[in-house]
């Protein structure tokens, strides 16, 4: 019996590591279960490291698929005989998948974090062989249109039955600026250290930074805290420190315990946190790139770059260090000003929700069928 003839199309959702915690698997299950009363949805990952393939399992109403070879990877794909494959993630990930669907004959999309320009020729040379490429900001899709390609937006969302303003949690009664990144070049979080050094000294403040501060790939942040003589004012979640997975709820706890949401990330298609710290009542200073400017608006401040390094997944800006460290101590000295960007930030988050993006989703992929 042909896919044509079931009440449901196939979805392979193709994806490294989807139980695990970060960005892109906030994505997947938020995104997916909104799926899965149109669609028979399946998640595939390769997963080079494990010994053994595991047995499928459901989880939220759609398959997971965890394979360890290129063979079992293909044999999943011909068992499920999809109507349309989706391979989710960045560069880095389109090139792990791409061969491996090399031999297959189904139609396939890409799902892409495109942060900025420019894109490199052999990822220009991979993303020919998709038969549509989506991306989650408008930014990132004029880059694509730029790069020759017709590019479609699938936005990010927000779950606003878990992220809500509540009551503000604080350590004793200090005014908290908040954090949550990947410890890498991309992030710059030793600017965020530094920008915070030049003034919390005597202040009411801290610092929280969900991260893992000896994560090698990044700054050694724990050291620079330190020989800035600030750290009684910094401090590192605990399970970001540890490396350890967080719920959804223990997020929206979290961004409930900020007062001001800080990223210095250079380069960014959505900077989710920045949503989900919106949904939470917490305003956003970010760095100024035009992908995060989408969701947010006018609810945060930017900051501009004063230099711009070339890498591997485009350029990453540099922020203003002395600009952003103001901005910083202005919310600190100007509650007003809090408490107005606060009710923007919540306003602004209104309009992004999952259900709105699987209705991206699903009239995208309705193209391919």
């Known amino acids: 019996m042909s896919n044509s003839e079931i009440d449901k199309p196939v979805l392979v959702w193709v994806q490294d590591n989807p139980m695990t915690t970060g960005g892109f698997q906030t994505v997947t299950r938020n995104l997916l279960p909104h799926m899965t009363s149109k669609w028979d949805v399946h998640v595939l990952s390769y997963v080079e490291t494990q010994f053994f393939q595991r047995f499928p399992y459901r989880w939220d109403g759609y398959g997971i698929h965890e394979v360890c ?17 989706v391979c989710y993630g960045a560069y880095i990930h389109l090139q ?28 220009k040379e991979r993303m020919s062989k998709f038969d549509m490429i989506m991306t989650p900001s408008m930014y990132g899709a004029e880059l694509m249109v730029d ?12 779950n606003h039955e878990i992220f809500y303003p509540g009551q503000k949690k604080v350590e004793g009664d200090k005014f908290i600026y908040g954090s949550v990144k990947v410890n890498n070049f991309k992030g710059q979080l030793g600017r965020l250290v530094s920008a915070y050094s030049k003034f919390c ?9 969900h991260t893992n501060p000896l994560d090698r790939r990044g700054f050694p942040l724990t050291e620079m ?12 979640s605990k399970k970001g420190s540890c490396q350890l997975p967080m719920t959804d709820v223990e997020m929206a706890q979290m961004y409930r315990s900020f007062d ?12 989710l946190p920045a949503l989900e710290a919106s949904a939470c009542g917490v305003p956003s200073i970010l760095v100024d790139v035009p992908g995060p400017s989408e969701y947010v608006g006018d609810s945060a401040r930017y900051i501009p770059a004063v230099d ?8 990453v800006k540099l922020a203003n260090v002395k600009i952003l460290s103001d901005t ?9 000003l809090r408490l107005e960007m606060s009710k923007k930030a919540f306003e602004s988050s209104k309009q992004w929700s999952w259900e709105r993006s699987a209705e991206e989703l699903e009239f995208n992929l309705r193209k391919l069928i």
């Not at 070879?69 to 494959?85: H, M, Q």
């Not at 792990?96 to 020729?121: C, H, S, W």
């Not at 790069?147 to 927000?158: K, P, R, Y």
């Not at 805290?225 to 590192?236: E, L, N, Q, W």
Request: proline letters at 7%; glycine letters at 8%; a negative charge.
């Open 69 to 85: 070879t290129p063979c079992g990877f293909r044999s999943v794909i011909a068992e499920l005989n999809p109507d349309v494959i």
């Open 96 to 123: 792990k998948y791409t061969e491996l669907m090399d031999r297959t004959n189904f139609p396939q999309a890409a799902y892409l974090v495109i942060e900025g320009p420019p894109i490199p020729k052999s990822e």
């Open 147 to 158: 790069s020759g390609f017709d590019a479609h937006v699938l936005h990010h969302g927000v």
């Open 201 to 209: 000294n005597g202040t009411n403040t801290r610092l929280l930074i």
């Open 225 to 236: 805290v330190d020989d800035m003589g600030i750290s009684d004012y910094v401090s590192f």
């Open 260 to 271: 001001v949401y800080v990223s210095t990330s250079g380069a960014d298609s959505c900077n």
């Open 308 to 315: 711009e390094y070339p890498s591997g997944f485009g350029n």
């Open 328 to 336: 910083m101590k202005e919310y600190y000295d100007n509650p007003e």
